[in-house]
C-alpha cells in the first residue's frame, strides 16, 4: 500500500486519482507531521511499503515571517516520517522544490548541483531533503512552478483576474518551468514503480517566465488581456526568488522512460479538461 500524506492538496489528489486502489490518503484531521507520537500511530497502523509526502508548508512570502512553523513543517516534519518509515522498512518519497537553489545558474541544475537556498521557504525545503536522507531508502522530488485543479496557483489566480481587469502586470526576469501536478504525479508513480532512490528532478519540459506563462494562459484560454512586464525587484515581495531555477530533468527520463511534456501542452490539456469539467 502506498500512503499519501496531504491527500486533499492539489498534488496529493492526482496522487491518489493515478494510484487508484493501492494509495490510501490522509491529510490533516489523521496526521500531524510535527507530532512523532501522530506520525508513529498511523503509520505503525497501516504499515505502508511506501509513504509519499506530498504536506508542506507552501505560502513562500508567509514562510519569512512564520520560520519556526515552516521548519517544524517542511523540516521537522520530514524527519519523523523518515524516522518511522525506516523503523518499518517503508520508502520515503519526499516532494521538494528548485527553490533550494540560489537560481544564478545559467542552465538547468542537475541533481548534485550545490544548493543554496534564499529564502525560509527554500532553507525549511532543503531541511526536509537533508531529513529525509535518514532513511536510506528515500526518493526526493524537486519540482517546480506546480498548477492544478485542486488549489489556489498561478494559472487559476492569472483567470481570475482577466475576469476583473483587461491589463495585468507580471515579473518576467523569473525564469522556470511551469509543472501540471498530473505529470508530476506520473513521475513519482514512475519512480516508485522503477524502484528508484536517490534525488531526481520531475518538471514540464522547456521553460519560461511569469510574464510569458500568464501570456501563453490568455491566448489558449482565448482572453483578450494584455500582459506588461516588471522586474523581481519592482514587485517587492518578502521572499527572494531564485531568477533562474530550471531542473534538466534528464535522470528521470533515463530511469523510468517518463519523458516530461512540453509545458505548452500540459498547459493545453489542463486547461480543456478544466473547461470540460
Request: aromatic share 6%.
Amino acid at each position: 500500500m502506498i500512503l499519501v500524506v496531504g491527500c486533499k492538496g492539489m498534488l496529493g489528489q492526482e496522487l491518489m486519482g493515478l494510484l487508484g486502489s493501492s494509495a490510501r490518503g490522509v491529510d490533516v484531521e489523521e496526521i500531524d507531521i510535527t507530532d512523532l507520537e501522530s506520525v508513529q500511530r498511523v503509520l505503525l497502523t497501516l504499515k505502508p511499503r511506501v509513504v509519499v509526502n506530498a504536506a508542506a508548508y507552501t505560502d513562500v512570502d508567509g514562510c519569512e515571517t512564520q520560520a519556526e512553523l515552516a521548519l517544524q513543517v517542511n523540516g521537522e516534519g520530514v524527519a519523523h516520517l523518515a524516522m518511522i518509515t525506516k523503523e518499518i522498512g517503508a520508502k520515503l518519497v519526499q516532494v521538494s522544490t528548485d527553490y533550494v537553489f540560489d537560481g544564478s545558474k545559467t542552465v538547468p541544475y542537475l541533481e548534485d548541483d550545490p544548493p543554496a537556498p534564499l529564502s525560509i521557504y527554500g532553507e525549511s525545503k532543503l531541511a526536509g531533503e537533508m531529513n529525509a536522507r535518514f532513511n536510506p531508502d528515500h526518493l526526493i522530488v524537486r519540482t517546480q512552478w506546480l498548477y492544478g485543479h485542486a488549489g489556489k496557483n498561478f494559472v487559476e489566480t492569472m483567470l481570475r483576474l482577466a475576469g476583473e481587469r483587461s491589463e495585468l502586470t507580471v515579473v518576467d526576469d523569473q525564469i522556470g518551468s511551469p509543472t501540471w501536478t498530473y505529470d508530476l504525479a506520473l513521475a513519482i508513480k514512475a519512480l516508485i514503480e522503477k524502484g528508484c532512490s536517490g534525488t531526481y528532478h520531475a518538471a514540464n519540459a522547456g521553460f519560461v517566465s511569469w510574464n510569458g506563462f500568464a501570456r501563453e494562459i490568455f491566448r489558449l484560454a482565448a482572453l483578450d488581456v494584455v500582459v506588461t512586464p516588471m522586474s523581481t525587484a519592482q514587485l517587492g515581495r518578502p521572499a527572494a526568488r531564485p531568477l533562474h531555477s530550471t531542473l534538466d530533468c534528464g535522470k528521470l527520463a533515463q530511469d523510468t522512460g517518463l519523458v516530461p511534456e512540453p509545458w505548452q501542452e500540459a498547459l493545453k490539456r489542463y486547461l480543456e479538461l478544466r473547461t470540460a469539467k
